[in-house]
């Protein structure tokens, strides 16, 4: 479709049909939601010295806008740059027609708008000013803070600092602070800490990385390994490097963060680590697998081990990848398509059946809905929509509808959060974490280290059980590890919350017009 607009364009001597045209992939861009698509746009206006309306022009500036501001994300901005904003879109707002120049001014504005945020809201802080866990402490993963070996209900940690997001792992913990350091405790075996050594640490401990880190993230399974992304779109990785899983083209433990050269030149956006293969997502879209290759879970069309990121050529329009214990699920750019693919017994790829798939196939059944975040654990997957509403797929207890050994072979919604809106999920190794709109946080499955939160010692949940204590908090972010949880919380509620989803914000999380 755009090239054939681009095509009109360029080709057409009908003024009429150019600035239809070219309104038409204004409203494309927008409707896609990636900046990528709106520069491009940009770009061709230049280009091409095509003028638009100005009302169509108007409008999908406010669309611009309405979407950073469902994701409730609010720009720090001057009196000034208010201003000056307010003169542009007034001048839009009351012209016919906008030239090529002006109309890309207005676009590059709002975007900046969108986009430039002091990672605080109305004055609120940009940390996490409360982390809550809970479940297993057999490796100190909650802390020497903990002295127990495992608790069965929330507890308030303040031993980490400014935290802006936690990641709970396979008998670790890390925490990623407002200045973009990253610290880490728990078992240090295959040099999962990232500090250079194999010693367990009851207390976070520093992890040295050459800029500041975004995001972790870390396998619930085998032996451990992480995945860093830096806020300039670097990724490293370190912790037991069999299979090739941590990208250097060998299978040697890595004891610290090591940069995976074959990605240098792309600027990463997403990635996840399953027990054996890791996958990353670069911000053209690409999705790069690497590691154990059975039950065709890179998604390459064979069952080859790779010990370097290979490009999976069926996908590209990604967003989002998560990997689970053997298979890999995707989510496209605009969140309408989803993909799996590896190993496929009890439904866990949700296409009916239990035949592997060694290339991307799209789960037909979550047609027709917007897909805002994936999860995927060792036995299930699952999906939550635009609306909130959290659809699983898959065996057993952790599909929370009611029985430990029941099978989705397609998406199912869960019936116990009927009537909620979920807002983020978290999927453990054999139990999941679901937090809703309203504040309240939500657990099910295995239970028997207490990862489940609910004060009880029983062994497994089959359906949603409430966490008692943090409702009303401002939770903005779950992660669930093997064996235990954690929860951070902003008081102020209006902070953005860290999801995956790129439909949320145009500045799509990775790629800033402004640096926070």
Not at 187 to 216: D, H, W
Request: charge should be neutral; glycine fraction near 12%; hydrophobic fraction near 35%.
């Amino acid at each position: 479709m755009e090239t054939f607009l681009s095509s009109w364009i360029a080709d057409s001597s009908d003024a009429t049909i150019k600035e239809l045209a070219t309104e038409t992939l204004f409203a494309i861009a927008v409707q896609r939601g990636q900046l990528r698509h709106l520069l491009s746009f940009v770009s061709l206006q230049l280009s091409t010295g095509v003028s638009c309306s100005g009302a169509a022009l108007y409008s999908a500036i406010n669309t611009i806008q309405a979407n950073a501001n469902s994701s409730n994300q609010q720009s720090a901005k001057s009196e000034v740059i208010r201003a000056i904003e307010a003169q542009i879109l007034n001048m839009v707002a009351t012209k016919p027609k906008v030239t090529a120049d002006q109309s890309a001014l207005t676009i590059l504005s709002s975007i900046a708008a969108a986009s430039c945020n002091d990672g605080g809201t109305n004055g609120g802080p940009s940390f996490a000013e409360e982390v809550f866990c809970w479940g297993s402490n057999s490796s100190q993963q909650l802390t020497d803070a903990t002295p127990e070996d495992k608790l069965l209900y929330p507890r308030n940690l303040s031993v980490y600092g400014k935290v802006m997001s936690m990641t709970a792992g396979q008998y670790c913990t890390f925490a990623v602070l407002s200045n973009g350091t990253v610290m880490a405790n728990g078992k240090g075996s295959y040099g999962r800490l990232g500090n250079g050594a194999s010693a367990s640490s009851s207390s976070p401990i520093l992890i040295e990385f050459p800029a500041p880190v975004r995001k972790i993230l870390t396998s619930k399974g085998s032996d451990g390994h992480s995945i860093a992304i830096g806020k300039n779109g670097q990724i490293w990785t370190w912790g037991d490097g069999d299979y090739g899983k941590l990208g250097h083209g060998d299978s040697t433990t890595q004891k610290s963060p090591k940069l995976i050269e074959a990605l240098a030149s792309r600027v990463i956006v997403d990635a996840d680590c399953g027990h054996r293969h890791s996958a990353a997502v670069c911000d053209a879209g690409h999705l790069y697998m690497w590691g154990e290759g059975d039950y065709g879970r890179l998604g390459l069309g064979d069952a080859l081990q790779r010990s370097v990121p290979v490009q999976v050529p069926d996908i590209r329009e990604a967003s989002q990848v998560v990997c689970g214990f053997n298979h890999t699920v995707v989510l496209s750019t605009d969140g309408r398509t989803v993909w799996s693919f590896g190993a496929a017994e009890n439904g866990k790829l949700g296409h009916g059946d239990t035949n592997r798939q060694f290339r991307p196939k799209i789960i037909d059944a979550l047609q027709g809905l917007t897909i805002t975040q994936i999860a995927a654990g060792t036995q299930i997957s699952a999906a939550v929509t635009r609306e909130g509403a959290l659809y699983v797929w898959g065996f057993g207890p952790c599909l929370g509808n009611g029985s430990s050994d029941e099978t989705f072979m397609l998406p199912k919604v869960v019936r116990g959060l009927s009537g909620r809106v979920v807002i983020d999920i978290a999927v453990g190794e054999n139990h999941v974490v679901a937090l809703t709109k309203d504040g309240l946080v939500f657990t099910w499955g295995n239970n028997q280290n207490g990862q489940c939160g609910t004060g009880s010692g029983m062994a497994t949940y089959t359906s949603p059980q409430m966490v008692q204590g943090l409702h009303g908090a401002g939770i903005q972010q779950v992660t669930a590890g093997t064996t235990h949880t954690f929860v951070c919380f902003w008081r102020n509620t209006s902070r953005e919350k860290n999801l995956k989803h790129p439909l949320r914000t145009l500045k799509s999380k990775k790629r800033h017009i402004c640096k926070s």
